[in-house]
């Protein structure tokens, strides 16, 4: 699922912004790119610090979106790449993948899986 594209953008500086929604209405933070790790093909690891919201919120609601792009990867019509990508989350606090993900980004509390379910090329 994780195209080349979206590989390359995600190895560059830009700023990821996820989106929440529960019944009292939507909340977006922001993380960077460089943050994101992929696994088994259709699943995003990103490290939690604060996030409580997005905790929260995905407790009664599961699904999220997410915005990715970087100025330096070219797009559809120039300089610019940019992704929409539709999921269900999860916070993950023990075993192997919080662990791995821990010795990466030291300051994480928990971990933000996200299993992508669409991923659409936008810019």
């Known amino acids: ?29 922001n993380t960077w790119n460089t943050y994101l790790v992929t696994k088994n093909g259709d699943t995003l690891m990103i490290p939690a610090y604060a996030m409580r919201k997005t905790e929260k919120k995905t407790t009664q609601n599961s699904k999220v ?25 999860s916070f993950i606090s023990t075993g192997p993948d919080f662990n791995m993900m821990k010795e990466k980004f030291s300051f994480l509390t928990r971990v933000l899986e996200v299993k992508v379910t669409s991923m659409k090329q936008t810019l």
């Open 65 to 89: 979106l997410l915005t990715v792009g970087s100025k330096e990867v070219i797009g559809h019509r120039g300089l610019g790449a940019g992704f929409l990508i539709e999921g269900t989350a």
């Open 1 to 29: 699922m994780f195209s080349e594209k979206f590989l390359e953008v995600i190895g560059k500086e830009g700023v990821v912004s996820i989106v929440s929604c529960d019944e009292s209405g939507p909340h977006v933070v």
